[in-house]
């Protein structure tokens, strides 16, 4: 699991983790809906990674642009299911997108074929321009 529910609250209230995944209204999480969020994000991101040729599973701990594209992408998910509509404003389309470039560029530019970096790119950290701008 490339991203969890606590690694969440970091970006968004923990009501709205709760609202997001309440289908029935009763003021708690539905049980089985982060599991299959998770699960969504675990093969988007296990896709993306298999598309760029890097090995799979990674093991933990999973490099920043993983971990970035995966809670972004979860952010985005619980968005949308609290009934952001695509072309609303949803505040984490725009980071998803962004991370998912620096993902891409990573791949291109650091992973190794066994999922690692490669030996020059060890101990560079890829360059995030959401980061500022949103202060995170």
Not at 29 to 40: E, K, Q, R
Not at 90 to 107: G, T
Request: hydrophobic share 40%; proline share 9%; aromatic share 8%.
């Amino acid at each position: 699991m490339y991203v969890a529910q606590t690694d969440l609250l970091a970006f968004i209230p923990s009501q709205f983790l709760i609202d997001a995944m309440d289908d029935n209204g009763d003021g708690v999480a539905d049980p089985g809906v982060w599991d299959g969020i998770s699960a969504d994000v675990d093969i988007a991101v296990d896709s993306i990674l298999d598309e760029n040729k890097v090995v799979l599973p990674l093991v933990p701990p999973y490099p920043e642009p993983v971990i970035s594209v995966a809670r972004f992408m979860a952010l985005d998910r619980l968005y949308l299911r609290r009934g952001v509509q695509p072309g609303e404003h949803n505040p984490w389309n725009k980071r998803l997108r962004d991370a998912m470039e620096a993902l891409h560029e990573w791949c291109q530019k650091g992973a190794s074929s066994t999922g690692g970096p490669s030996p020059e790119f060890r101990g560079r950290r890829p360059h995030f321009q959401h980061g500022q701008e949103d202060g995170i």
